[in-house]
Nanobody
Framework: QVQLVESGGDLVAVGGSLRLSCAASGSFRSINAMGWYRQAPGKQRELVATITTDRRLNYADSVKGRFTISRDNAKNTVYLQMNSLKPEDTAVYIC?????????????????WGQGTQVTVSS
């Protein structure tokens, strides 16, 4: 009931920048929290950054000061501006949204995940 379309992943040199986007569409009452996670080969998925409806922010310590998460509520889109990229930022970046969905007679929150977009930082 929620489709996520991610874009912006690419190959970039150390110190470079990228901007990821994730647009949500479908049948929902509202998009609540939005965020980005990442998964590197052989590693567990980890939180990168999240943003709530009222724009409370949360960042992983490893990206603080370099990455900025933002959202456009009118477009149901979340962005991740990534600056000063390092080789250890190489991963598949996966969008996550929490949406209010009407199901079995009730409004409830459900989590949805995107397919992921590859970010590769070359040294």
């Amino acid at each position: 009931q929620v489709q996520l379309v991610e874009s912006g992943g690419d190959l970039v040199a150390v110190g470079g920048s990228l901007r990821l986007s994730c647009a949500a569409s479908g049948s929902f009452r509202s998009i609540n929290a939005m965020g980005w996670y990442r998964q590197a080969p052989g590693k567990q998925r980890e939180l990168v950054a999240t943003i709530t409806t009222d724009r409370r922010l949360n960042y992983a310590d490893s990206v603080k000061g370099r990455f900025t998460i933002s959202r456009d509520n009118a477009k149901n889109t979340v962005y991740l501006q990534m600056n000063s990229l390092k080789p250890e930022d190489t991963a598949v970046y996966i969008c996550n949204v929490r949406a209010s969905i009407y199901r079995t007679g009730l409004w409830r929150e459900y989590d949805y995940w995107g397919q992921g977009t590859q970010v590769t930082v070359s040294s």
